[in-house]
T-cell receptor, first 112, second 112 residues
C-alpha cells in the first residue's frame, strides 16, 4: 500500500482560479515533498516541508503540514495553463531512512 | 533542467532479456535513488545508493540490481525481463538520503 494518498485524483479548473490538493499519509514522517510531472516525464521538485514546519511558500505555491492529522495540502494560486500536470506528494518516514514513498498523484488540468 | 541525466530515453527489449539503465547525478550529489513508475501510478522506490553503498531497498525482486560508481553516477540492471517491467524508470539524486531529490527525465522501458 502507498504511504501517501493524494486527493482528489483529478481536478479541472480555469486559468486564474486556485487549485488545492491534499495528501494523507499513515506513519510518522521526517519530511514531505511535493513534485510536479508533465506528461510522464521526470518529476520536478516543488517544495520540501519538514515535520517541525507547518507552512511553506514558494512563489504561487503554498504547502501546509498537519502532523496530528497526518496530512498536507498544496495550494496553487492564480493557476496558469502551464500548471497542467500531475502532482505527487512523497514522504520520508522515520522507519525507512532515505526511502521516499509517493502517492498516485492528482492530475490537474487548467483550461484557458 | 535538474542536472540529472538518464540514458537511454527509450528502450524496447524482449521478455527474458537483460537491461542496463544509466544515470548521471547532479554535481555534488552523493545519493542516487531509482524508482519505477507504471502508467497512471506514482513512482515506486526500487533502491538507493549513498556513497557507493546500497542504502535501502523497496519491494523489488533480486533481479533488480544496481551500482554506484566513485563519481556517484549509477546503473540499474534488470535481469530476466518480464512484461510487467514495462514502465518509466526514474533516477533521482540528492546531497543526502533524506534531502530533496532531483529527478532525471526517465527511461521508458517497453518489454515485448
Amino acid at each position: 500500500s502507498q504511504q501517501g494518498e493524494e486527493d482528489p485524483q483529478a481536478l479541472s479548473i480555469q486559468e486564474g482560479e486556485n487549485a488545492t490538493m491534499n495528501c494523507s499519509y499513515k506513519t510518522s514522517i521526517n519530511n514531505l515533498q511535493w513534485y510536479r510531472q508533465n506528461s510522464g516525464r521526470g518529476l520536478v521538485h516543488l517544495i520540501l516541508i519538514r515535520s517541525n514546519e507547518r507552512e511553506k511558500h514558494s512563489g504561487r505555491l503554498r504547502v501546509t503540514l498537519d502532523t496530528s492529522k497526518k496530512s498536507s495540502s498544496l495550494l496553487i494560486t492564480a493557476s496558469r495553463a502551464a500548471d497542467t500536470a500531475s502532482y505527487f506528494c512523497a514522504t520520508g518516514t522515520t522507519d525507512s531512512w532515505g526511502k521516499f514513498q509517493f502517492g498516485a498523484g492528482t492530475q490537474v488540468v487548467v483550461t484557458p | 533542467e535538474t542536472g540529472v541525466t538518464q540514458s537511454p530515453t527509450h528502450l524496447i527489449k524482449t521478455r527474458g532479456q537483460q537491461v542496463t539503465l544509466r544515470c548521471s547525478s547532479q554535481s555534488g550529489h552523493n545519493t542516487v535513488s531509482w524508482y519505477q513508475q507504471a502508467l497512471g501510478q506514482g513512482p515506486q522506490f526500487i533502491f538507493q545508493y549513498y556513497r557507493e553503498e546500497e542504502n535501502g531497498r523497496g519491494n523489488f525482486p533480486p533481479r533488480f540490481s544496481g551500482l554506484q560508481f566513485p563519481n556517484y553516477s549509477s546503473e540499474l540492471n534488470v535481469n530476466a525481463l518480464e512484461l510487467d517491467d514495462s514502465a518509466l524508470y526514474l533516477c533521482a539524486s540528492s546531497t543526502g538520503p533524506e534531502l530533496e531529490a532531483f529527478f532525471g527525465q526517465g527511461t521508458r522501458l517497453t518489454v515485448v
